[in-house]
């Protein structure tokens, strides 16, 4: 790899060169970055140390909000760093990480959503099995599983844009290491990198996007059909429906960005797509889950 790499260092250009909005867009991501550490170390010390939380859900909620927080600090501290200084330099190892790190949590967390999904549809329409179902031993294999997935996916596309070969431009138009701006750069062939994203990415987008979609379907026919209690029905549709919301500010942009051919898409609108679920999700996620849910805000 490095006989073959000439350019040892990139430039993130970052998310704009006016000067003046700099100041403001680091303002802006400083505090929604507090807000995504604190929020979320907050859910992970509650579920952590009350025994009423030690459920299922809780346990998965208690991983979505580790993921948030390393997810968000991939790109973000860099780029709160570039907005102060300018450009931000990046080492090409350092690249690689990042774009690794990404890929692997972002995956991680988009599987994580479709096993949560899950544990509502056994929850609601299977309750006296729920405990069988959805035993701790199966709760860990189902995270380790989200988790192994989600490095294995990242790991392929780090290989892969390893053997790209940069010999000329050093410049990133993006915040961070993003594999679409980055093949740009590639003096090499590189459309296998980019079917790798479309394909590959694409169906680890879409698979866990139906799976929830069909899940929640299912449930919401089982509660209009099955269930004769009003408040047994407000219950179930309360925990749905802040988990439906999350799996919205996830996939939404994530599809805009993966599922269509990779060079669709303009730059910024796909930078503006980045940003919904690399930073605004992480910050939301605890607010949608604390503000509905009541065991919570008890604890």
């Keep these: 790899m490095d006989n073959q790499t000439e350019v040892r260092k990139f430039i993130l250009l970052g998310l704009t060169s006016l000067q003046g909005l700099q100041k403001f867009l680091f303002m802006l991501f400083l505090l929604l970055y507090l807000s995504t550490l604190l929020g979320n170390m907050a859910i992970m010390i509650v579920v952590a140390c009350e025994p009423r939380l030690h459920t299922p859900m809780y346990f998965f ?3 979505l909000s580790c993921l948030d927080i390393f997810y968000s600090t991939v790109a973000v501290p860099k780029m709160l760093a570039g907005l102060l200084s300018g450009h931000q330099g990046i080492s090409y190892t350092g690249c690689l990480s990042q774009l690794h790190f990404f890929y692997f949590l972002g995956s991680s967390e988009g599987l994580l959503l479709a096993v949560m999904a899950y544990d ?3 929850a609601i329409c299977y309750p006296l099995r729920y405990t069988l179902i959805m035993s701790p031993r ?3 294999l189902l995270a380790v599983g989200t988790w ?3 490095f294995l996916h990242a790991l392929m596309h780090t290989v892969m844009t390893s053997w790209l070969h940069f010999c000329g431009p050093n410049h990133i138009q993006y915040y961070f290491c993003e594999i679409k701006p980055l093949v740009k750069l590639a003096c090499n062939r590189s459309q296998l990198n980019l079917n790798l ?3 590959i990415t694409g169906s680890i987008v879409i698979g866990p996007f139906v799976f929830t979609l069909f899940s929640y379907l299912y449930i919401f026919s089982f509660l209009r059909l099955k269930v004769q209690s009003k408040e047994g029905r407000r219950k ?6 802040s988990h439906l919301t999350v799996v919205a500010l996830l996939y939404v942009p994530v599809i805009f960005n993966y599922v269509p051919p990779s060079s669709g898409s303009s730059a910024s609108w796909t930078m503006i797509a980045t940003l919904m679920y690399n930073v605004v999700m992480p910050v939301l ?3 949608i889950y604390t503000l509905r849910n009541v065991e919570v805000k008890r604890a």
């Design 120 to 122: 509502r549809f056994v």
């Design 285 to 287: 996620n605890p607010l």
């Design 148 to 150: 192994t997935i989600g």
């Design 236 to 241: 179930a549709f309360s925990t749905c429906i």
């Design 197 to 199: 994203l479309s394909i």
């Design 138 to 140: 199966a709760c860990l």
């Design 61 to 63: 909620l208690f991983n």
